[in-house]
């Protein structure tokens, strides 16, 4: 069989699948961790990438700190995949040290590419600068809905109504007004 050189290089590439939900409200439509891995695992297999390990985790990319993500990207540094399958760039990073990291080992060569379906993220200026836009618009995301959560819960203790869960003794009343 003929491969083109795109062709060669993408059978020797070797991957990791991440997928990750986030542990708060703010990802509910967001697929679950067994759907992403179904999808990411058919998307691999329909283009014929290796992949060598699948991370997954259920927190909050909003902050730094995940412990499969930095395990993920620990292995990326020692060499044991080039590049990195997911389903969504916000998936990776919601925050400008994740993000930052991500781009700088794609300019370090510690990852190749990055690849979600309909997208692929090599390490060339125009692709860094998407992903990196990508990053930044997840960020702002994030931080617009803590906002507009601050904002609702404000005026809804100027209203006189308690703001947050019911207290121990107390009941929930999905009746009463809200």
């Known amino acids: 069989m003929n491969y083109t ?5 993408e059978k ?4 990791f699948t991440y997928c990750r939900k986030s542990s708060e409200p703010e990802d509910k439509q967001i697929l ?3 759907a992403q891995i179904s999808e990411m695992t058919k998307y691999a297999q329909d283009n014929n990438l290796t992949v060598v390990d699948i991370f ?3 927190r909050s990319a909003h902050t730094i700190g995940r412990p499969e993500f930095n395990a993920m990207l620990a292995r990326l540094e020692k060499g ?6 997911v389903w969504d760039e916000s998936r990776i990073a919601r925050n400008s ?3 930052g990291k991500v781009v700088y080992m794609m300019d370090l060569g510690e990852i190749a590419e990055i690849r979600k379906p309909g997208k692929v993220y090599k390490n060339t200026p125009d692709d860094k600068s998407w992903l990196q836009m990508c990053f930044m618009m997840s960020k702002k995301e994030s931080d617009d809905k803590s906002n507009n959560v601050k904002r609702g819960l404000r005026e809804k203790a100027k209203q006189g109504m308690y703001v947050g869960s019911a207290q121990p003794g107390y009941r929930y009343d999905p009746l009463a007004p809200q």
């Open 56 to 58: 997954q985790e259920s």
């Open 80 to 85: 044991d995949a080039d590049g990195i399958i």
């Open 5 to 9: 050189n795109n062709q060669i290089i």
């Open 97 to 99: 040290y994740d993000g």
């Open 32 to 34: 679950s961790l067994p």
């Open 12 to 15: 020797l590439l070797k991957y």
